[in-house]
């Protein structure tokens, strides 16, 4: 299996405050990503890094920001947390290249209240 | 812009029996590959197979076909002798280098259900 961990796996945070998401791979992979899944909308991008400090919005980047000090740590951050926040976060890690499958971590469940 | 459509939400399959589940994609990149993934109730995402665009063949591993039609766009996973622990969330997903970003483009899910 491939080393991702995600950190925490649960939480409940309280709308307006500021939350953090960690993954923390041992992989070395060059690409890494954070999205959502919600029932009906499958797996959306949020953000994704390519390289140390490099990083891109996804589809639904509204209200999350992103970091990448370290090649193994991706974090994603709700700046002011949103009931509409409330999923479950999956971090994935990647090589370059078409042919290479993305590897996920175990997912962390947020509820927003 | 790159799109995934499965349009099955929820398949139900006997067991022992073959199952098809539908994916078609949208890209105007020409090289780009091709995923499926499972999800069981306990969550994580488990990679299946992948098919190329350039690969002439269609993909196997195991139980698991791709039949893969390039000029219709079509990318569906085959599961032969379904069992019951086939039963789950499936996402086909696409990566394309040019005009996708390097990211990965996933479907809204296909949920199956193996029946005894």
């Known amino acids: 299996d491939a080393g991702i961990t995600q950190s925490p796996r649960h939480k409940v945070t309280e709308t307006g405050t500021p939350v953090t998401l960690r993954c923390h791979q041992t992989e070395n992979h060059r690409y890494m990503y954070w999205y959502r899944q919600d029932p009906g909308h499958g797996l959306r991008l949020i953000h994704y890094s390519y390289g140390v400090k490099d990083t891109d919005k996804g589809e639904v980047s509204d209200g999350y920001s992103v970091s990448r000090s370290k090649t193994e740590d991706f974090l994603l951050t709700l700046e002011s947390a949103t009931s509409s926040q409330t999923s479950v976060y999956f971090c994935a890690i990647s090589e370059r290249g078409v042919n290479t499958e993305a590897f996920f971590g175990q997912g962390t469940r947020l509820t927003v209240v | 812009a790159q799109k995934i459509t499965q349009t099955q939400p929820g398949m139900f399959v006997q067991e022992k029996e073959a199952v098809t589940l539908d994916c078609t994609y949208d890209?105007?990149?020409?090289?780009?590959?091709l995923f499926w993934y499972k999800q069981p109730s306990s969550g994580e995402m488990i990679f299946l197979i992948y098919q190329g665009s350039y690969d002439e063949q269609n993909a196997t591993e195991g139980r698991y076909s791709l039949n893969f039609q390039k000029a219709r766009k079509s990318a569906n996973l085959v599961i032969s002798a379904s069992q019951l622990g086939d039963s789950a969330m499936y996402f086909c997903a696409m990566r394309a280098l040019m005009t996708g970003g390097n990211q990965f483009y996933f479907g809204t899910g296909t949920s199956l259900t193996v029946i005894p």
């Open positions: 890209t105007s990149d020409q090289s780009y590959g």
